[in-house]
């Protein structure tokens, strides 16, 4: 069925939240070297630099849920979008490593934020139908934006900028900031935001011009849902009947970092240079691997809704897993270097295709509206806390024994098979009302 394009357009407005957290979570690849050298950083400082981001992002989840609440998902987005402009500009402008780190960790509040805010307004605007290749943008922007970044940096490289070249790759992301916040001005607010502040009618207008076919019928489903009459529209995440998807949220953002991925791509010239590979090499390879990301996700948002998100979930831990106990016995063994890029293709390509299509779909699919909010600041942080220790403690241990940070990585996807396979309850072509119901939260 063909989407309402005032639904598309607001959904894909919304998504480009996504390529800027793409494109500022990677970009440092392309910097490390020049960072270490001008900060004479040792291999503990430099993962510190690298985490800075990731403990504003992990401060950035668990805090967004407030403002989201407070004062909707849209003006959100705005704030995001500034921020988003004064991290590029402050990296670029960067007059010491302390002024950096704060950037940085500025620009990691952005990028948790966006975590949570993104997909949430879509899959609030999103008809149950659609709503996982809708919310699938915002998972589509993030890779597009890596490989945009892997590009830049590229591009950049050859540009014979010299001693300033981290900081061309660093500030350039001020321009795609700026557009997203222009763009913002005519999407709507989320309708089930406006129904949660009892504010209906204007939740019946976004629904009818975002083309809900029985909008009466939704409006009230989703009015029944909050019961905002009895005051449960903002009741406490942490009681016993959201066990389960506190559980869900929890365990889908650890195992999304605990495939190793995000260290992966931070750390990507760094990992084909410990194998050999030349600075040019490296950041050529790089681009394919994004490009490799970029197709593997279109095929997932193609086909999210009908195979469903626990399905991508189970082939992508075996896909995951193969690959990176592939990338272990290239680094344990000291041979076959030239099959190492070919292994990190494979794990990108099945990370992208299942974990990472999925992760931000489901979160905002298995919490109710009245603490959705929440729920996927929980599910945010639990990610973005893993990554943060994640990528912290990566180059200290590849430095010691390049095989036993992918042979870890391998054994958790083997875990996460399990959980998924046992535990985890499969979400398409349910609305997020009816979800509520299927995990039986009355």
Same mark, same amino acid.
Request: proline letters at 3%; aromatic letters at 12%; charged letters at 15%.
């Given at each position: 069925? $063909?989407?309402?394009?005032?639904?598309?357009?607001?959904?894909?407005?919304?998504? @480009?939240?996504?390529?800027?957290?793409?494109?500022?979570?990677?970009?440092?690849?392309?910097?490390?070297?020049?960072?270490? $050298?001008?900060?004479?950083?040792?291999?503990?400082?430099?993962?510190?630099?690298?985490?800075?981001?990731? %403990?504003?992002?992990?401060?950035?989840?668990?805090?967004?849920?407030?403002?989201?609440?407070?004062?909707?998902?849209?003006?959100?987005?705005?704030?995001?979008?500034?921020?988003?402009?004064?991290?590029? #500009?402050?990296?670029?402008?960067?007059?010491?490593?302390?002024?950096?780190?704060?950037?940085?960790?500025?620009?990691?509040?952005?990028?948790?934020?966006?975590?949570?805010?993104?997909?949430?307004?879509?899959?609030?605007?999103?008809?149950?139908?659609?709503? /996982?290749?809708?919310?699938?943008?915002?998972?589509?922007?993030? +890779?597009?934006?890596?490989?945009?970044?892997?590009?830049?940096?590229?591009? +950049?490289?050859?540009?014979?900028?010299? /001693?300033?070249?981290?900081?061309?790759?660093?500030?350039?992301?001020?321009?795609?900031?700026?557009?997203?916040?222009?763009?913002?001005?005519?999407?709507?607010?989320?309708?089930?935001?406006?129904? $949660?502040?009892?504010?209906?009618?204007?939740?019946?207008?976004?629904?009818?011009?975002?083309?809900?076919?029985? =909008? *009466?019928?939704? %409006?009230?489903?989703?009015?029944?849902?909050?019961?905002? !009459?009895?005051?449960?529209?903002? *009741?406490?995440?942490?009681?016993?009947?959201?066990? @389960?998807?506190?559980?869900?949220?929890?365990?889908?953002?650890?195992?999304?970092? #605990?495939?190793?991925?995000?260290?992966?791509?931070? =750390?990507?010239?760094?990992?084909?240079?410990?194998?050999?590979?030349?600075?040019?090499?490296?950041?050529?390879?790089?681009?394919?691997?994004?490009?490799?990301?970029?197709?593997?996700?279109?095929?997932?948002?193609?086909?999210?809704?009908?195979?469903?998100? $626990?399905?991508?979930?189970?082939? /992508?831990?075996?896909?995951?897993?193969?690959?990176? !106990?592939?990338?272990?016995?290239?680094?344990?063994?000291? !041979? &076959?270097? /030239?099959?190492?890029?070919?292994? #990190?293709?494979?794990?990108?390509?099945?990370?992208?295709?299942?974990?990472?299509?999925?992760?931000?779909?489901?979160?905002? *699919?298995?919490?109710?509206?009245?603490?959705?909010?929440?729920?996927?600041? %929980?599910?945010?942080?639990? &990610?973005?806390?893993?990554?943060?220790?994640?990528?912290?403690?990566?180059?200290?241990?590849?430095?010691?024994?390049?095989?036993?940070?992918?042979?870890?990585?391998?054994?958790?996807?083997?875990?996460?098979?399990?959980?998924?396979?046992?535990?985890?309850?499969?979400?398409?072509? &349910?609305?997020?009302?009816?979800?509520? &119901?299927? @995990?039986?939260?009355?």
């Amino acid at each position: 069925m $063909k989407l309402n394009s005032y639904l598309l357009k607001s959904a894909l407005v919304a998504a @480009l939240g996504g390529l800027l957290f793409g494109f500022d979570t990677v970009v440092i690849a392309g910097a490390n070297d020049a960072l270490r $050298k001008v900060y004479d950083l040792s291999p503990a400082m430099l993962g510190f630099t690298v985490a800075s981001a990731i %403990l504003g992002t992990t401060l950035g989840a668990i805090l967004a849920g407030m403002p989201a609440d407070r004062y909707g998902r849209r003006r959100s987005l705005f704030g995001l979008a500034l921020m988003y402009f004064v991290t590029a #500009l402050g990296c670029a402008l960067a007059w010491n490593w302390g002024s950096f780190l704060f950037f940085r960790f500025l620009g990691g509040l952005a990028i948790g934020g966006s975590s949570v805010i993104g997909p949430m307004y879509i899959a609030e605007i999103a008809p149950a139908r659609a709503r /996982g290749r809708l919310v699938g943008m915002f998972q589509f922007n993030i +890779v597009f934006g890596i490989l945009l970044a892997y590009f830049s940096n590229y591009v +950049v490289g050859l540009s014979g900028a010299g /001693g300033d070249e981290w900081r061309w790759k660093l500030g350039i992301a001020a321009l795609p900031a700026a557009a997203f916040f222009v763009m913002l001005f005519p999407i709507p607010e989320s309708p089930r935001w406006l129904a $949660k502040r009892r504010r209906v009618d204007d939740a019946r207008e976004v629904l009818r011009l975002t083309g809900e076919e029985n =909008y *009466e019928a939704e %409006l009230n489903d989703i009015v029944t849902s909050i019961d905002a !009459a009895h005051g449960h529209a903002d *009741e406490p995440l942490f009681s016993w009947k959201y066990r @389960l998807p506190i559980f869900l949220a929890v365990s889908i953002g650890m195992f999304n970092q #605990l495939s190793g991925i995000n260290a992966i791509l931070y =750390y990507l010239n760094t990992i084909f240079s410990s194998a050999g590979f030349s600075k040019t090499s490296g950041d050529l390879q790089a681009v394919a691997i994004g490009a490799t990301n970029l197709i593997a996700t279109i095929i997932a948002m193609s086909v999210i809704d009908r195979i469903g998100r $626990k399905t991508m979930l189970l082939i /992508g831990s075996i896909g995951t897993g193969l690959s990176l !106990a592939g990338v272990s016995w290239v680094f344990s063994a000291q !041979a &076959h270097q /030239g099959l190492l890029v070919w292994l #990190l293709v494979g794990f990108i390509g099945f990370f992208a295709f299942s974990q990472g299509a999925v992760i931000w779909v489901y979160l905002s *699919e298995v919490f109710p509206t009245r603490v959705r909010a929440k729920g996927q600041s %929980l599910g945010s942080f639990t &990610h973005w806390a893993m990554n943060a220790i994640i990528s912290g403690t990566f180059p200290v241990i590849a430095a010691s024994s390049g095989a036993a940070p992918f042979l870890f990585f391998a054994a958790m996807m083997a875990v996460q098979f399990v959980v998924v396979l046992m535990w985890y309850p499969e979400t398409k072509g &349910h609305t997020l009302e009816e979800m509520q &119901h299927k @995990l039986g939260i009355s």
